[in-house]
């Protein structure tokens, strides 16, 4: 089964700055991967599929990028409503998928 | 805009099996278009897929869980259903029902928390 890894598994960080949260895969998977933002007591959103595509309503400061093992959120600059945890999730392995163990990103 | 609403019951004793609802609207759960998945997230934990139903019927588990899962689908009523035998307390978690199309869940339940306690 293909594992997935994130690094680092938290960070602080402040409004402004810029963060930068890497995935990596156990063995390629191609471009199949989404990542996810879940905020405390509620469902995780959809942010990128496609390790690069962003979905419609997500602000533009969220990139996805990496194909392959290796993968890359970024946010440009960090607002106080993206504090949060993210998780990647890979669907090369179909029928079966997989999600990362997530990144908690709070406040500095 | 489709929406889906988890709905069961929230607490569910040791060896019991644990049985929830997701009501689709906004859209057909019979659309050949997308998988209907559960998946689950202990306190304070990670994102953990179950498994998920087409609307014929045909479905895939995780291997981990296969041997005490059941997931059903009522095209009628635009539902489908999660069954959990001989839970414990490690099966305490907040439970989701997911849209999946093309591999990437698209809309998700709110969640329920079910706790598994004598």
């Known amino acids: 089964a293909i594992q997935l890894t994130q690094s680092p598994s938290s960070l602080s960080a402040s409004v402004g700055d810029r963060v930068t949260i890497t995935c990596r895969a156990s063995q390629g998977i191609s471009s199949a991967l989404a990542w996810y933002q879940q905020k405390p007591g509620k469902a995780p959103k959809l942010l990128i599929y496609d390790a690069s595509s962003l979905e419609s309503g997500v602000p533009s400061r969220f990139s996805g990028s990496g194909s392959g093992t290796d993968f890359t959120l970024t946010i440009s600059s960090l607002q106080p409503e993206d504090f949060a945890t993210y998780y990647c999730?890979?669907?090369?392995?179909?029928?079966?998928?997989?999600f990362g163990p997530g990144t908690k990103v709070d406040i500095k | 805009q489709v929406q889906l609403q988890e709905s069961g019951p929230g607490l569910v004793k040791p060896s019991q099996t644990l049985s929830l609802t997701c009501t689709v609207s906004?859209?057909?759960?019979?659309?050949?278009?997308?998988?209907w998945s559960w998946i689950r997230q202990p306190p304070g934990k990670g994102l953990e897929w179950i498994g998920y139903i087409y609307y014929s019927g045909s479905t895939y588990y995780n291997p981990s869980l296969k041997s005490r899962v059941t997931i059903s689908v009522d095209t009628s009523k635009n539902q489908f259903s999660l069954k959990l035998s001989s839970v414990t307390a490690a099966d305490t978690a907040v439970y989701y029902c997911?849209?999946?199309?093309?591999?990437?869940?698209?809309?998700w339940g709110q969640g329920t928390l079910v706790t598994v306690s004598s």
């Open positions: 997911a849209r999946i199309q093309l591999g990437i869940l698209d809309y």
């Open positions: 999730q890979q669907f090369n392995s179909y029928p079966l998928f997989t």
């Open positions: 906004g859209g057909s759960i019979s659309s050949g278009d997308y998988y």
